[in-house]
Structures are given as C-alpha cells and as structure tokens.
C-alpha cells in the first residue's frame, strides 16, 4: 500500500548512457513532481506535472525529460548522463491547490 | 540566494529535553511553511506546517512557531525521543501558487537515550 513508489531504487550506469526514473503515486492526487537532492544535500524541484500537463519547468538541462501518460505516473528520462548527474531523485505528489507533498523513497543514481 | 535556510547543520539533544530546529527565510512572498523529516535511505515525511496568517501551530509533540517579521520559524519537539533522530526540512511555498517548495538544507538532529 505504498503511497508514491520509485523503481529502480538504486541506479549505477556509465557516463553517455540513457536511463529512466519511474514514479507512481496511489494517492489520488493530480500534481506531480520531480526533485534532485545533490551532493550539498539540498533538495531542488525540478518538473511539476499536473494532469499531465508540465506547470514547472526549471532550469533543467534538456537532457532530462519528464513523462506523464496520466496523472497517477510521472517519469524521468535522461539523456547522454554526465557525473554531475549523480544524485539522490525525489518523486512526490500533491492535490492541485494545496501545499503539502507526499515524497517517494527516492532514487539513487550514481553516473561512473 | 538561498531563500530557505537553515543555519545550524546538526543539533544534539537529550532524550525528555526539547528540541528546537531554526529556518529562516528570505522572500516575503512565502505564505506558506512546512517541516519534513527524513530518515536515511527514505525520503522527506510530511510532519507539520504553518500558513502565514497564523503565528503557532501544534500537533502533539511538535509545534511550529512562525515570526513573519524576523523572517523566522522554529520547529519544537518536546519531549524529544530517540525515534526522531533524522534529518529536519524546512520548506516554503506560495511563490505565484506554482505548488514549487523550496527547501532548506537540513539539520541533522540525534536525540542521545
């Protein structure tokens, strides 16, 4: 009965490699969003997706793109990874209007 | 310009003391405060929060107190527990009612049996 889940938990790849986050939420929520925590520890929001449709966009490199196919799932794909890259990726969900976030576990990418 | 901050990265109480956890802000814009705890290897669990018209809020052992004018809130936990060892966000939101919180760094708080 997880509330926001992540797969893969852990993710270790090559430099240049293309890889996928996935992020699902049980919540009934309709907002979506995506976080990196970097080496500094500080949690940076990234993507914000509601109903599918992207509401925050950062200054993310275009490497990284966001998927919703519905409002229960929003993925992460990237592109061409870089070291700096490594990093822990936060999934969370809310209801549309109000603050609170619910975070998944979290994905631990580490580019080589 | 970090607009969240948390200047103390680790605080040390013991078990029964209170504990008292700082975050400053900068933008006024912020209407809107919320405390998240993390374990390790987890991520951020929702603990409490503070909307700006309101200077307290408690929910049992934890109450969050907010002072709009110093650009301050605190988060207090009494009586402190071993099991609230972790890490403590603070974040704040209500910048054009994006849903976008901005986190603090965090501070590291072992509570000793």
């Known amino acids: 009965d997880t509330a926001v889940s992540q797969t893969p938990k852990y993710l270790v790849t090559q430099m240049g490699n293309d890889k996928s986050i996935k992020c699902e939420q049980n919540?009934?929520?309709?907002?979506m969003y995506w976080y990196k925590q970097d080496s500094k520890k500080f949690l940076k929001i990234m993507f914000s997706?509601?109903?599918?449709?992207?509401?925050i966009n950062e200054t993310v490199p275009n490497r990284f793109s966001p998927k919703s196919p519905d409002k229960a799932h929003l993925n992460l794909h990237i592109n061409s990874l870089e070291l700096g890259d490594s990093a822990v990726y936060f999934c969370a969900s809310s209801l549309a209007g109000e603050e609170t976030q619910y975070f998944g576990p979290g994905t631990r990418l580490l580019v080589l | 310009d970090q607009q969240v901050k948390q200047n103390s990265p680790s605080l040390s109480v013991q078990e029964g003391r209170i504990s008292i956890l700082n975050c400053d802000y900068t933008?006024?814009?912020?209407?809107?405060f919320l405390w998240y705890k993390k374990y390790p290897a987890e991520g951020p669990t929702f603990l409490i929060s503070i909307s700006s018209i309101k200077d307290k809020n408690e929910d049992g052992r934890f109450t969050v107190f907010l002072n709009k004018s110093a650009k301050h809130l605190s988060l207090h936990i009494v009586p402190s527990q071993p099991g609230d060892s972790a890490v403590y966000f603070c974040?704040?939101?209500?910048?054009?009612?994006?849903?976008?919180?901005?986190f603090g760094q965090g501070t590291t708080l072992q509570v000793k049996p």
């Open positions: 919540l009934g929520h309709d907002t």
């Open positions: 997706y509601n109903n599918k449709e992207l509401i």
């Open positions: 974040a704040a939101s209500g910048l054009v009612n994006t849903g976008k919180l901005i």
């Open positions: 933008n006024s814009m912020f209407d809107y």
